[in-house]
Protein backbone atom coordinates (compact mmCIF):
# COMPACT_ATOMS: atom_id res chain seq x y z
CA UNK A 1 0.00 0.00 0.00
CA UNK A 2 1.02 3.49 -0.90
CA UNK A 3 1.68 5.98 2.37
CA UNK A 4 -1.31 8.39 1.07
CA UNK A 5 -3.61 5.05 0.76
CA UNK A 6 -2.46 4.12 4.51
CA UNK A 7 -3.02 7.90 5.45
CA UNK A 8 -6.05 8.13 4.20
CA UNK A 9 -7.49 5.21 5.68
CA UNK A 10 -6.33 6.26 9.08
CA UNK A 11 -3.74 3.35 9.63
CA UNK A 12 -1.07 5.27 10.85
CA UNK A 13 0.58 4.97 14.57
CA UNK A 14 -0.51 8.53 15.07
CA UNK A 15 -4.04 7.45 14.02
CA UNK A 16 -3.89 4.76 16.41
CA UNK A 17 -3.35 6.78 19.57
CA UNK A 18 -6.38 8.92 18.62
CA UNK A 19 -8.57 6.18 18.24
CA UNK A 20 -7.19 5.10 22.27
CA UNK A 21 -7.70 8.08 23.22
CA UNK A 22 -11.27 8.82 21.86
CA UNK A 23 -12.15 5.43 23.38
CA UNK A 24 -11.07 6.24 26.84
CA UNK A 25 -12.73 9.83 26.65
CA UNK A 26 -16.11 8.10 25.19
CA UNK A 27 -15.31 5.12 28.09
CA UNK A 28 -15.73 7.94 30.78
CA UNK A 29 -19.63 8.37 29.84
CA UNK A 30 -20.39 4.60 31.21
CA UNK A 31 -18.35 5.56 34.56
CA UNK A 32 -19.76 7.07 37.63
CA UNK A 33 -16.56 8.10 39.25
CA UNK A 34 -15.64 11.04 39.41
CA UNK A 35 -11.46 9.86 39.57
CA UNK A 36 -11.83 7.63 37.36
CA UNK A 37 -13.70 10.01 34.42
CA UNK A 38 -11.05 12.00 35.06
CA UNK A 39 -8.12 9.50 34.30
CA UNK A 40 -10.13 8.55 31.40
CA UNK A 41 -10.91 12.11 29.95
CA UNK A 42 -7.08 12.28 30.84
CA UNK A 43 -5.41 10.15 29.90
CA UNK A 44 -7.91 10.65 26.37
CA UNK A 45 -6.62 14.22 26.25
CA UNK A 46 -2.84 13.25 26.50
CA UNK A 47 -3.21 10.38 23.54
CA UNK A 48 -5.07 12.81 21.33
CA UNK A 49 -2.00 15.77 21.99
CA UNK A 50 0.45 13.08 21.37
CA UNK A 51 -1.19 12.32 18.32
CA UNK A 52 -2.05 15.34 17.43
CA UNK A 53 1.75 16.48 17.70
CA UNK A 54 3.14 13.14 16.08
CA UNK A 55 0.29 13.20 13.30
CA UNK A 56 0.87 17.10 11.82
CA UNK A 57 3.73 16.63 10.58
CA UNK A 58 4.25 17.58 7.09
CA UNK A 59 5.42 14.63 5.03
CA UNK A 60 6.99 15.29 1.71
CA UNK A 61 6.26 11.45 0.11
CA UNK A 62 2.42 12.97 0.46
CA UNK A 63 0.28 15.45 -1.34
CA UNK A 64 -0.66 19.14 -0.45
CA UNK A 65 -4.03 18.05 0.59
CA UNK A 66 -2.94 15.24 2.69
CA UNK A 67 -0.71 17.30 4.69
CA UNK A 68 -3.42 19.99 5.12
CA UNK A 69 -5.73 17.46 6.09
CA UNK A 70 -3.27 16.37 8.51
CA UNK A 71 -3.22 19.62 10.10
CA UNK A 72 -6.60 20.22 10.06
CA UNK A 73 -8.20 16.57 11.45
CA UNK A 74 -5.59 16.19 14.30
CA UNK A 75 -6.64 19.42 16.40
CA UNK A 76 -9.89 18.50 15.42
CA UNK A 77 -10.00 15.36 17.35
CA UNK A 78 -8.54 17.01 20.85
CA UNK A 79 -11.40 19.57 20.41
CA UNK A 80 -13.69 16.46 20.41
CA UNK A 81 -12.20 14.86 23.75
CA UNK A 82 -12.15 18.21 25.41
CA UNK A 83 -16.04 18.63 24.14
CA UNK A 84 -16.52 15.10 25.40
CA UNK A 85 -14.90 15.74 28.64
CA UNK A 86 -17.05 19.26 29.35
CA UNK A 87 -20.15 16.96 27.96
CA UNK A 88 -19.32 14.72 30.48
CA UNK A 89 -19.35 16.91 33.63
CA UNK A 90 -22.32 18.66 32.44
CA UNK A 91 -25.16 16.39 30.70
CA UNK A 92 -23.94 12.89 31.50
CA UNK A 93 -23.16 12.88 35.24
Same mark, same amino acid.
Given at each position: ????LIEWL??????????? =???????SYFVT?? *???????????????????? =????????? !??????????? *?????AVVIM? %???? %? !???
Amino acid at each position: MSKELIEWLGLTGADGLTYL =GLASAFASYFVTSI *PLDLFLLGTGLILTLTACAI =GMKADAGLS !RLTNAMKMISY *PIWVLAVVIMG %ISNF %I !RWN
